[in-house]
Structure formats: C-alpha cells, structure tokens
C-alpha cells in the first residue's frame, strides 16, 4: 500500500512562507482570490514532478521558474512532507531548489533512533546515512539503524526511501476536468476535449488530469471490475445524472482501436454521446471515475471542486470525495458555500487561507470546533454562517 502524506510545509512559494498545512480524511481549502490555494495545489505538483528526472526543467518550462513561484525576496522554494505507512514507518521528505536545480534532498525516516537517510546526487543507489546527534561511527549507526528498522519496519533502509519516493510519485494532482463544448473548442480552432472525443484504448492505472483518458476508465471499470463493482458505479452515475441513467457506454470506433463514452437513457434505443453531454453531467461523470478507478494514491488534491457542478450535483461530488477520503488524505479548494454547507465535519475539515498584505504571506487559521458547533445550532451550515459574516467568531488565531 502506498504511504500516506500527513502534512505538507511550504515556504518561499508565491504568498506561502512558513506555512504548514496537516492533512487527514477531507481537508478544503477555502480564502478570497489570491490567497494561495492554488499555489498549495502546485505545491504538490512540484513535489509529484521531483521525482522525475526532467525536474529542473519542468520546473522552469512548465512552472514557469523563478519568474512564477519564487517568493520575492526569497532564495529558493523549500518543500516538506510528512509520511505515514500504517503501523510501519514515519519519515519526512524535504527538498530546496530553485531554477537551478535541487540544492537539498533529505529523507528522515523515524524509527527508534533518529537518523537521517539522504540520497546523494538525487541517485537512490548511493545513500547517505548519518546521525542528526552524530558521533558515533558510521558503520555503527547504520547497523543500529537496520535492527531498528527490522524490529519496527521490517524492511531494509533502501526500501524505505524507496516506499517514500513511491509516496511522493503517486501525489495525484487535478483540475478541474475539462469538458469544453464540442462547438466552442471547434470555433477557436482548438481540439475538441478528448472527454468528449474518441480516444486510443489503453490501460488506465488513473483517471489522467483534465479527464483525458475517461472513455479508457470506464471502459476497464466495466471490464475489469466485478459486476458487483460495476452495478455499484452505475447506482453512483443515477446518483448525480438522475434514474433516466441505463448505463454508460464505451463504443468503439468502426476503424477500432479507439473508444468513446457515451450515456444510454432508459426506453429509448438511442445513446448520447459525450460529445453532447453537458459540461456538468460530464465533469461528474469523471468524478465518479477518479472515485472508483481503484489508483494507488499518497494524497487526492483537486483545485476548484465546484466548477460546472449545479449545488445538487456537488453534493453527490461531496459524499464521492468523502467515502475515498476515509481511506486517503483529500485535499480539495473551493469558493462554494453550498458545500461548506454539506461537510460532514466543517470544523476538522476546514482550513481558511487568509491573505496579509501587510506581510504579504498567506496564514492559515483553523475553526474553533466547540465555538463553531455552537454557531451551528443556528445556522443551516458553515457556508451560511460565512455569508452572514460571522467567521471571526469561531476563527482561531492564525497557526504562524
Ligand atoms: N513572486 C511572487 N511573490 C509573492 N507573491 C506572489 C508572487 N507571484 C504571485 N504572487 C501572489 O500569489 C498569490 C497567488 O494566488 P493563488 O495561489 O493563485 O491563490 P488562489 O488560488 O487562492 O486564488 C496572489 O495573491 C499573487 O498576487
Ligand atoms: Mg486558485
């Protein structure tokens, strides 16, 4: 099973200096424009992207580079996470760079001594093992290390920073899916999403970003899950389409090798395609299959979880994102009150991104659990509480 990132502490990004963010079950950011929500959504696309050998220029061609990221007056962007592999092991993973590259790597992982494996030259062949306290001998300390590790762990250093690089690669990072019309992309000579197009078959470990590979998802939703499984996928389709739902289809192309979704009603013998779907019931659709695909995952993050989502719709969004967040650490943003309105538990799942200008960084507040419940008994939901103003009274101070 893949580690799970229980925390992540940013600084020198944009607005995020000296911030820490704890994650477990469904975290939702929530703050005005500007804030650096999705400056915490790029955070861990950067961390996703370190481990991958093209990372320098990744983070300079894709990101943008320094000119992007970099806080000014800043030197470098410094990343950390913590993990967590159940009943197994705890590390952290932390890592400076800037354009010209990683300057700092380090992997701690906490057994019963506290030492610090840190892969050189970004090369996990060649690890380097020292203590934080340091002065016994090397060879010591590494052996001390390994019993420890095979007493608690029961496994070999290496494979350890192995299991954490692991972690850290299946970060899965999304935005909202992109369901553009089939005219509209037409009309600005643009591609047509492939959502809504046919597409090459291929394996599908994950539901790729922007929803580009889910005419392959459902395709091996249906043929390789249980009818069990699939039924089940198909109650969660009507769940949010609604009962006229038969089922959703992947048709092939009369060329084959290639396959596209569409959605079959009741009583009728006709399906509709994706092409003509709306951009709602299509963005749900790839919901229920980011949900539903079985993808190995240290953290779930989603930037801007509302877009094209009727109130109704994101509520069955919701209670997708919670059932997968019981068994690993959601990170949502979002500017919708409806759903703060819905959270099962506002007060642990909400975190408030406050911009200060005065200092220009992002602080992070959390909600008074017992001062919030009480506002609670009043008011229909978090969303409605917000709206009619009242945050400052259940706010707690900002974390930093
Ligand atoms: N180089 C920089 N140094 C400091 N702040 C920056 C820099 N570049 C952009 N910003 C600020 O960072 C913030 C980025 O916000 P963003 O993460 O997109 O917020 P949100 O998603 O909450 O709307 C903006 O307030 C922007 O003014
Ligand atoms: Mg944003």
């Known amino acids: ?34 804030s650096g929500k999705s400056s915490v959504i790029e955070a861990f696309e950067l961390l996703r992207r370190l481990t991958n050998n093209e990372f320098t220029s990744n983070y300079n061609h894709i990101h943008g580079g320094d000119g992007l990221l970099l806080r000014q007056g800043s030197q470098e962007i410094r990343l950390l996470v913590e993990l967590s592999q159940l009943g197994s092991w705890q590390a952290t993973y932390e890592v400076w760079f800037s354009k010209v590259g990683v300057r700092y790597e380090a992997i701690r992982v906490c057994a019963e001594d506290s030492t610090w494996i840190r892969p050189v030259n970004r090369s996990l062949n060649e690890l380097e093992v020292f203590s934080l306290s340091g002065d016994s001998g090397f060879r010591e300390l590494i052996s001390a290390y390994e019993s420890a590790i095979n007493q608690r762990a029961s496994g ?80 969660l389709v009507r ?88 068994k690993v650490p959601v990170v949502v943003t979002t500017h919708s009150r409806r ?23 992002t602080e992070l507040r959390r909600f008074d659990a017992e001062a919030l419940s009480a506002w609670l008994k009043d008011y229909e939901g978090l969303g409605k509480i917000l709206d009619a103003g009242y945050q400052e009274s259940f706010l707690s101070e900002p974390a930093s």
């Open 239 to 326: 769940m949010g389409l609604g009962e006229w739902v038969e089922s959703v289809n992947t048709r092939s192309d009369p060329g084959g090798g290639r396959i596209a979704l569409s959605v079959k009603p009741r009583h009728t013998d006709t399906q509709i395609p994706a092409a003509s779907l709306s951009d709602g019931q299509l963005a749900y659709l790839a919901f229920v299959a980011l949900t539903q695909l079985p993808t190995e995952r240290s953290v779930l993050c989603f930037d801007e979880i509302e877009l094209h989502l009727h109130p109704k719709m994101l509520s069955q969004v919701l209670y997708l994102l919670e059932v997968v967040a019981e």
């Open 339 to 361: 759903l703060l309105d819905l959270l099962s538990n506002p007060a642990s799942s909400v975190a408030i991104l406050d911009f200060d200008s005065q200092r220009w960084r």
């Open 156 to 235: 070999h250093p290496d494979q350890i920073v192995r299991d954490v690089i692991d972690a850290i690669r299946h970060i899965d990072v999304h935005l909202p899916f992109d369901t553009l019309a089939h005219w509209a992309a037409k009309s600005q000579g643009s591609r047509v999403p492939p959502m809504r197009d046919s597409v090459t078959i291929a394996p599908a470990p994950k539901l790729d970003r922007f929803g580009s590979n889910l005419p392959c998802v459902y395709h091996q939703l249906q043929n390789e899950s249980s009818r069990e499984q699939w039924d089940y996928t198909m109650e």
């Open 1 to 34: 099973m893949t580690a799970h990132i229980t925390s992540i502490s940013i600084s020198g990004l944009r607005t995020l200096e000296q911030f820490k963010l704890d994650l477990g079950g469904l975290t939702v950011l929530i703050g005005e424009n500007g």
